[in-house]
């Protein structure tokens, strides 16, 4: 099983900020599978980045990530209110799929 | 649109089993995965298994292994996931989520959860 260790565990940053948030894995991910989703407290988790670095469906252009093998980043460019909230990562390229334990982008 | 609707809050006692449904619509049920991932409190995110609604094949995580039984109605668009021999640490938000291909792929749509809480 692929374990994937995120840093920081917590991020406190101010709106206009850059967020620099990252993800390594145990072994690398074959393809670039890996995810990245955003979760609002009381909410299901969101897609944002798919295949390392692909922004989903109406994700805004401040979102962005990339890397490969085992080393990931996501990057928020400037930092807007409602982006503060808990940010995991997540490999499928190999069962059993895994997330990281989570970084939480709180306001400083 | 694509929507995953969950059945409601569920509270039961130790040893007991649950039986979560996730209906889906906006797609044919028959041509995604659907999984499910639980998030126990202020935890983060497990994978815990996945149903092929397209003839019921399952794939479980091996925490879950003999514990855990997913089910799909075509009929209905709804899959299933019971949980059985619940202990206190299974008290968790349950989440179904669709892929389109296995493993290769991401969650693209998730339901909007059910809590399952485990208490005497």
């Known amino acids: 099983e692929i374990v994937l260790t995120q840093s920081p565990g917590t ?51 401040r979102f962005s990530g990339s890397g490969s093998g085992t080393d990931f980043t996501l990057t928020i460019s400037r930092l807007e209110p409602e982006d503060f909230a808990v ?22 | 649109q694509v ?11 130790p040893g007991a089993s649950v039986k979560v449904s996730c209906k889906a619509s906006g797609y044919t049920l028959t041509s995604y995965y659907m999984h499910w991932v639980r998030q126990a409190p202020g935890q983060g995110l497990e994978w815990m298994g996945i149903i092929n609604p397209n003839g019921g094949s399952t794939n479980y995580a091996q925490n879950f292994q003999g514990r855990v039984t997913m089910t799909r109605d075509t009929s209905t668009s709804t899959v299933y996931m019971e949980l059985s021999s619940l202990r206190s640490e299974d008290t968790a938000v349950y989440y179904c989520a669709r892929t389109r291909m296995y ?13 399952v809480t485990v208490s005497s």
């Open chain 2, 103 to 115: 493993p290769v792929d991401y969650f693209d749509y998730w339901g909007q959860g059910t809590l």
């Open chain 1, 11 to 61: 991020l406190s940053l101010s709106p206009g900020e850059r967020a620099t948030l990252s993800c390594r894995a145990s072994q690398s991910v074959s393809s670039s599978y890996l995810a990245w989703y955003q979760q609002k407290p009381g909410q299901a988790p969101r897609l944002l980045i798919y295949g390392a670095s692909s922004r989903a469906t109406g994700i805004p252009d």
């Open chain 1, 87 to 108: 940010y995991y990562c997540q490999q499928y390229g190999s069962s059993p799929y895994t997330f990281g334990q989570g970084t939480k982008l709180d306001i400083k």
């Open chain 2, 3 to 13: 929507q995953l609707v969950q059945s409601g809050a569920e509270v039961k006692k």
